[in-house]
């Protein structure tokens, strides 16, 4: 019996055990550690753009809500105000009394009242400033059934206006100089309650414009809105490619002779063995960014194009295996092994065609499908490498199909689109590739304004 | 140790100098771990490469608690049986059967191997066998650690360990009997 214990003696003897790596294990652990750093920047990046994004949202959301000032009478140099200004212009065949009369200094409440002939003057204020939101509703005026009046600032009147004064003709155009009119079946035109409206005094007075005059119904349009809009796009996934768009695996049967001549001794056990080349193509980064224009075709189609900056890329390892077949153990063993790894980046001019579905419309947006045709033109990056074969250059047009589930929804002037993309490669990558397997994936955002309708 | 703390900082902060001064430190032992628990140098070199990115990306979970070497060893032993776990080749003999407890030998003879030499007997057991044997002799694990880390039961565990055992010590004595065993080490 041995001094020591087997189990000591091997962990003693294995202690002592090293054996030094080939230098391609520290290059690809470099590599790795390199494409690491690189993914941690693309996520601080995706992560920093969606932070402002909503950021600047926010900022001017809340923006527009704390303070909108609208002056609710101008001085009477001021011109009468047109319709899409007042969203309450109406035509009537009978006249529309207007009645103003003197009452709170700070609140002032301007009522016309339309089945009684006389013009009453609130408050003796000529110029009033809405200092907080108003709530007024495209439905709401839509309702508007009963003749409305607009009530524009002149000259200071009297605080009490003549009934037989200040009838109101006919034809009189009467006209206010606010979009926020509360207009319901009653013939009041302006509730403070209802509209939220703080208003502020002002040492002038208000007049009612004898000249106004009284139209009919209002006219609401609800056309789609066929303009174009102008917008903008960033997008951020993953680009690869399948094994076969490049160069297929080659394998080959060698002597003795062969193996001798790569590792400078002869092989114990075997007579016979095989190099493989391998190829494989790791997923790697695609961004892109670009200006669009887009079109209402319809009630359920949109046509958008325009200019994008593409970049793409392909890491592609390749690895040289030598293996030696053992008779006695009936496997193959590797006896050297030789890895490269190659990065090929390419940059494209891509004109988007696309046709946006509109699938589900809910009043918090849009659930839609992208699908279109890319016109992607390669304008620089890797072209060919010592792995391709002859002549084998990259495609300059590469046009691809994309499809792309998306949800749209509109912030007062803009609409904004996310969406996640599916690209898939028509053409081959390189010229003389026997497969066109190449696609991308990611995320989409886009911006068009002025807001979609 | 204070060296070592500076060069976890800087390896955490991105630094490739200290990534590859910390690769140099460990690598050889470390790929003489991997070696022991793969068939072929080229697997042993991908585990040891596979290792050793995790190792970089889990730099920062290290608590200093207990040596960085013991550390880094545990994650090429985990990489190692991960790899084993994966690889076809290693598929059939990594599926264990619950077999009877094999009788224990008393042998222990003394090793006048040199340390390739064992290893490389060690590598030549079934892969299934080679595992457990490392687990067990050479990183000191008990068989319910072993059950728990492969998956299996502690007696299948030990069952295997002293069927590995066993071989070992034959082709050990036999070896000591003939002075040269020819073996690749591919």
Known sequence: ?453 | MHHHKQLIKDCIKGKTTAQKELYDLFAENMLAVCYRYTKSLADAEDVLQDGFIKVFRNLSNYREEGELGAWIRRIMVNTAINFLKKKREYQYDMSFLHEPLHPITEDNPEIYLRTKELADLIRQLPSGYQTIFNLHAVEGFTHVEIGQMMGISEGTSRSQYMRARNLLITWIEKFNSEPKLSSYGG
């Open chain 1, 1 to 453: 019996m041995a001094d020591k214990h087997f189990e000591q003696q091997v962990q003693e003897r294995m202690e002592e055990f090293k054996l030094s790596p080939s230098a391609p294990v520290w290059m690809n652990i470099e590599v790795q550690l390199k494409k690491d750093k690189r993914r941690r920047w693309l996520f601080f990046l995706l992560f920093t753009g969606v932070l402002l994004s909503i950021g600047s949202f926010l900022y001017y959301n809340t923006r527009s809500l704390v303070q909108t000032p609208v002056a609710l009478q101008e001085s009477a140099s001021q011109p009468v105000t047109d319709q899409s200004q007042t969203n309450s212009e109406i035509n009537s065949d009978t006249p529309e009394p207007v009645n103003h009369s003197n009452q709170s200094s700070t609140n002032t409440q301007a009522t016309v009242e339309s089945q009684k002939p006389v013009i009453q003057l609130q408050q003796p204020t000529s110029a009033v400033v809405i200092t907080k939101r108003q709530k007024v509703s495209t439905a709401e005026t839509e309702k508007a059934q009963q003749p409305i009046a607009v009530i524009v600032n002149k000259e200071p009147v009297a605080l009490e206006v003549n009934k037989q004064q200040q009838t109101v003709a006919p034809d009189t155009k009467i006209e206010q100089k606010t979009t926020q009119s509360k207009v319901t079946d009653s013939p009041v035109i302006s509730n403070p309650k209802e509209t939220e409206a703080i208003v502020t005094e002002n040492k002038k007075e208000t007049s009612v414009d004898t000249t106004a005059v009284v139209k009919e119904r209002p006219v609401v349009t609800t056309k789609p809105n066929k303009k174009w809009q102008i917008g903008w796009q960033v997008n951020g996934g993953a680009a690869d490619a399948r094994e076969q768009v490049f160069t297929s695996n080659k394998s080959f049967s060698a002597d003795n002779s062969y193996f001798v001549s790569l590792i400078g001794s002869t092989p114990s056990t075997s007579s016979a063995g095989i190099v493989v080349n391998e190829h494989k193509v790791n997923t790697n980064a695609q961004l892109g960014l670009g200006f669009l224009l887009r079109k209402q075709l319809n009630k359920f189609a949109l046509f958008a194009t325009g200019v994008q900056y593409q970049y793409s890329s392909f890491t592609v390892v390749d690895r040289q295996r030598v293996e030696t077949y053992s008779q006695q153990q009936n496997r193959f063993t590797t006896i050297s092994q030789t890895e490269k790894i190659n990065t090929y980046r390419f940059h494209y001019i891509n004109i988007p065609t696309e046709i946006q579905w509109q699938l589900l419309k809910r009043k918090a947006g849009t659930v839609g499908l992208a699908t279109g045709i890319h016109h992607s033109f390669r304008i620089g990056g890797s072209d060919s490498s010592a792995i391709f074969a002859s002549g084998n250059k990259a495609a300059v047009y590469q046009p691809f199909v994309s499809i792309v589930p998306a949800f749209e929804w509109n912030r007062r002037k803009a609409t904004m689109q996310l969406g996640w993309y599916l690209n898939y490669g028509v053409t081959p990558v390189y010229k003389k590739a026997n497969s066109n397997h190449w696609w991308q994936t990611g995320l989409r955002f886009q911006y068009y304004f002025p807001a979609k309708k």
